[in-house]
């Protein structure tokens, strides 16, 4: 006997587990970005604290480092944010096709189911004329 198809295909994920999985990733990238954000933030700060306690001579010598680890940590930041976004659409991209996937998977079953009940539709008027025989005969 040769199994079918839903004997071998894994189960179809739950919409609840996708809109989970879903909820999940949005949340751990939203949790990054903040973590990211608040980092980048207080080490501005920290750096900023440390030209505003020299004095203007030597802010004067310090303001190009400064200006040099801004532009560093401008571009460090969009580094991180491009990768980001770029996980994030994978991320979505992952996640339509496995949707697009169960709506397949759960169209061909709708189809097989279909296919049953019509194929034993066909068959009750045929049961019932050989009923309605049988039944003639026996009371004849």
Same mark, same amino acid.
């Given at each position: 006997?040769?199994?079918?198809?839903?004997?071998?295909?894994? &189960? !179809? &994920?739950?919409?609840?587990?996708?809109?989970?999985?879903?909820?999940?990733?949005?949340?751990?990238?939203?949790?990054?970005?903040?973590?990211? #954000?608040?980092?980048?933030?207080?080490?501005?700060? *920290?750096?900023?604290?440390?030209? !505003?306690?020299?004095? &203007?001579?030597?802010?004067?010598?310090?303001? &190009?480092?400064?200006?040099?680890?801004? *532009?560093?940590?401008?571009?460090?930041? *969009?580094?991180?944010?491009? !990768?980001?976004?770029?996980?994030?659409?994978?991320?979505?991209?992952?996640?339509?096709?496995?949707?697009?996937?169960?709506?397949?998977?759960?169209?061909?079953?709708?189809?097989?189911?279909?296919?049953?009940?019509?194929?034993? #539709? *066909? !068959?009750?008027?045929?049961?019932?004329?050989?009923?309605?025989?049988?039944?003639?005969?026996? #009371?004849?």
């Amino acid at each position: 006997m040769i199994p079918t198809l839903s004997q071998i295909a894994p &189960p !179809t &994920p739950s919409a609840e587990n996708v809109w989970l999985v879903v909820v999940t990733l949005i949340t751990a990238g939203s949790s990054l970005a903040t973590i990211g #954000l608040w980092w980048q933030g207080r080490q501005r700060q *920290d750096a900023a604290g440390n030209l !505003t306690s020299l004095s &203007p001579a030597e802010a004067a010598i310090v303001k &190009p480092d400064f200006d040099k680890h801004l *532009d560093s940590n401008r571009r460090e930041f *969009d580094r991180i944010w491009a !990768t980001v976004r770029d996980e994030n659409t994978a991320i979505r991209h992952e996640i339509t096709e496995a949707v697009q996937h169960s709506q397949e998977m759960l169209m061909d079953k709708l189809e097989k189911n279909r296919r049953e009940l019509s194929d034993k #539709l *066909d !068959t009750i008027p045929s049961r019932i004329i050989a009923d309605l025989s049988n039944a003639k005969e026996l #009371l004849d």
